[in-house]
């Protein structure tokens, strides 16, 4: 992926360079270190041969609940997944799948929780009640982007007592490391999400396709007496993702405040919306996507 693409429409500025150095994002293969965080009731194990032989289609077609949202690995970017298990029975054999950008299985090795290392495409695990398991990418020089799947068990897709949430790390020597917290999300058709495009803050989107065929998304650019400023239209590659800064698509939203709607095709396109918001000075926070409850 080049960095035009990434930005999906549009050339970089020079104004909008500072923003770019936040978002270096090239192809490379990961680590990704898993930690037994409580007790023998939880496990994590790498996928079985059977299991790596599923493809991210297989789950959409029974259904899945969660999605990985933001996984940004290697260079100065490094991400943790936690899970854990806040209900009431053990959360039996469960499998997770990463897929690049492109949606493409995205190979990983990691470290399973009995000390051996593996090369795979995730992982799958088990989780008693109260239990926490956590894993942690560890990238080489360049980096890579995309999302997981987390998928159903024995039990079926509801998963209940399942939480789970990514930590997105950027470091850079000069200065303090930047963190944010995505929890994992379930996907929808339509998705809201406030933008700040005042004092030098901008918008960086993330937005993932949880179909197994390529669309695109319309992404309404509202104003703050609701109406619309203008539309974009964002391709993405079945089952696949893409990062790119709002005012590189939407010149319109510097210096001002508005609402995003993020449309798929249809109702049975889901998708996920997450972004940050960075400051002048290149610090991000996190931004979720919201659906408004029925009247």
Request: proline share 6%; aromatic share 8%; glycine share 10%.
């Amino acid at each position: 992926m080049t960095k035009t693409e990434i930005l999906v429409h549009g050339m970089r500025t020079a104004e909008q360079e500072r923003y770019w150095r936040i978002m270096r994002l090239f192809p490379v293969t990961a680590i990704f270190v898993l930690t037994l965080v409580v007790g023998r009731a939880q496990e994590i194990r790498p996928l079985s041969a059977e299991q790596e032989r599923m493809k991210p289609e297989a789950i959409q077609l029974t259904g899945f609940e969660w999605v990985v949202p933001e996984l940004i690995l290697g260079g100065e970017w490094t991400s943790s997944i936690k899970l854990t298990n806040r209900g009431t029975a053990p959360i039996p054999t469960t499998n997770v799948f990463f897929v690049d950008n492109m949606g493409k299985p995205m190979t990983t090795t990691f470290q399973a929780s009995n000390g051996g290392v593996v090369t795979g495409t995730g992982f799958s695990f088990t989780l008693g009640v109260g239990g926490i398991v956590q894993g942690t990418f560890l990238g080489g020089s360049n980096t890579q982007f995309g999302q997981a799947f987390v998928g159903c068990s024995a039990n079926g897709c509801g998963t209940p007592g399942l939480y789970g949430e990514v930590v997105l790390r950027n470091h850079n020597s000069t200065r303090p490391d930047f963190e944010s917290v995505f929890p994992f999300e379930t996907p929808a058709a339509v998705q809201y999400m406030l933008f700040d495009g005042t004092n030098g803050y901008t918008t960086t989107m993330y937005l993932t396709n949880t179909s197994v065929i390529p669309t695109t998304v319309a992404m309404d650019v509202m104003s703050t007496n609701n109406s619309l400023i203008t539309m974009v239209n964002i391709p993405l590659a079945a089952s696949g993702s893409t990062i790119f800064t709002l005012h590189a698509v939407a010149p319109q939203t510097i210096g001002i405040l508005g609402t995003l709607v993020i449309r798929s095709p249809s109702s049975s396109v889901l998708l996920t919306a997450t972004g940050l918001r960075v400051n002048p000075t290149n610090s991000f926070t996190p931004l979720r996507a919201f659906v408004p409850a029925p009247l």
